[in-house]
């Protein structure tokens, strides 16, 4: 059974970047798709951006131009490079593939 566990969460000013890695068990992480989905306190969790197997991407409308995602099956890792972040970012960020969820990193966006 595959299991992810993210990390690269932290606390950044507003206009900065980070990066979250989410590392994959299991023999089948290439032919997966990986999404990274985020949730803020009150909110409903929500797409934040999604990779195919093929490497075809997709993301909220809201992170365009800013978040690109990307993985490594070689590492068995995806990554959410995360630029020019701002408050309304902040959210536990969880990493899934198909019915599988990660245990979440918190990002906070200090204005």
């Known amino acids: 059974q595959v299991q992810l566990v993210e990390s690269g969460g932290g606390l950044v000013q507003a206009g900065g970047s980070l ?3 989410c590392a ?3 023999s089948i992480f290439s032919i997966l798709p990986m999404g ?3 949730q803020a306190p009150g909110k409903q969790r ?12 997709n993301y909220a409308d809201s992170v365009k ?3 690109t ?3 490594d099956n070689a590492k068995n890792t995806v ?3 995360m630029n020019s972040l701002k408050p309304e970012d902040t959210a536990v960020y969880y990493c899934n593939a198909i019915s599988i ?4 990193t918190q990002v906070t966006v200090s204005s």
Request: proline residues 0%; glycine residues 14%; hydrophobic residues 35%.
């Open 19 to 21: 990066r979250l890695s």
């Open 24 to 26: 994959a068990s299991g």
């Open 36 to 38: 990274w989905y985020r």
């Open 46 to 57: 929500e797409l934040v951006a999604r990779i195919l197997s093929s490497g075809s991407t």
């Open 65 to 67: 131009g800013r978040f």
């Open 69 to 71: 995602i990307s993985r």
């Open 79 to 81: 990554y959410l490079q």
């Open 101 to 104: 969820w990660g245990q979440g």
